[in-house]
């Protein structure tokens, strides 16, 4: 069983490309409160991961983690660090705790928060538009500029509506929300995705756990013995995490110490 925890993925995105921008006590201070919020989960999991391997105890991964931020910051290689995004980066990272990945693959709230690390990062840099990009690990920040993101390998525009801001397409929103026309207000404007239950037009309207059904409804993603979605969620899913579609049916993943069939069961991986 993998003891692997998604914000230990997302914490060690901080041990890449160096970056520069600020100095003095406001970036240390900017980078112990991350560096808190990294160790504070990795040490609450109770499993061996990077942090605990590299690290004695809690205050000594903060120690650590808040000076490779600083050092990172310092040096210049083309990236900058952002504080004004550090309390967005800081949820983020609060909101994943010990959730397990496959866990927060289909959780609304956790999805919502990957996103706007991608809204908001820790770092950026200098591409535009259209120009070829890489991530550092858990989305903390990239090479494009502060105007865009990397999605898929090249730099593309943040979106600049907020919650409940006018919009005409899902462009014009945050990647988090989609464009939808409000009861409330009679307008387009930028909304949560919709839960299973609420109207849609195609899977991508739909939250991470649902997908978009012929009554043009979201419903939630099948688990083991039902039919798989006909059409995946917005994470890929057809079936629930430790199942896989089969036969069109939602096959349940083989568990620990068997052979690997479809898939593995729930918090496990196959391992040759």
Excluded: K, W
């Excluded at 997302?10 to 520069?20: E, I, K, N, R, T």
């Excluded at 083309?78 to 496959?102: H, I, K, M, N, W």
């Excluded at 014009?172 to 404007?189: I, N, V, Y």
């Excluded at 991470?208 to 979605?229: E, L």
């Amino acid at each position: 069983m993998s003891d692997r925890r998604l914000l230990v993925v997302l914490a060690f995105g901080l041990l890449g490309p160096s970056c520069d921008e600020e100095t003095g006590p406001s970036l240390r201070e900017q980078a112990g409160l991350v560096a808190e919020s990294v160790c504070r989960g990795a040490f609450a999991c109770g499993c061996d991961n990077d942090s605990t391997d590299r690290y004695a105890d809690e205050a000594a991964c903060v120690t650590g983690i808040e000076d490779l931020i600083v050092e990172r910051a310092l040096d210049d290689v083309g990236l900058t660090f952002q504080s004004a995004c550090v309390e967005r980066v800081v949820a983020a990272l609060d909101s994943y705790a010990c959730e397990p990945e496959d866990t927060a693959s289909i959780d609304g709230a956790l999805f919502a928060a990957s996103q706007q690390l991608q809204e908001c990062r820790l770092f950026y840099g200098t591409g535009s538009a259209g120009a070829a990009c890489s991530r550092l690990d858990g989305g903390l920040g990239d090479d494009c500029d502060a105007e865009h993101y990397c999605r898929d390998g090249a730099c593309v525009r943040v979106g600049a509506g907020a919650l409940d801001d006018a919009c005409e397409s899902d462009a014009d929103c945050q990647a988090s929300f989609r464009c939808l026309l409000s009861s409330e207000t009679m307008r387009r404007q930028c909304s949560p995705q919709p839960s299973a239950g609420q109207a849609c037009s195609d899977s991508g309207d739909c939250g991470p756990d649902a997908y978009c059904n012929a009554a043009a409804a979201c419903a939630a993603i099948p688990g083991v013995g039902q039919s798989c979605a006909p059409s995946p969620s917005q994470t890929g899913l057809t079936c629930m995490p430790g199942s896989a579609c089969a036969n069109g049916v939602c096959e349940a993943g083989t568990g620990e110490g068997e052979a690997c069939g479809v898939t593995c069961a729930s918090g496990l991986e196959c391992e040759s």
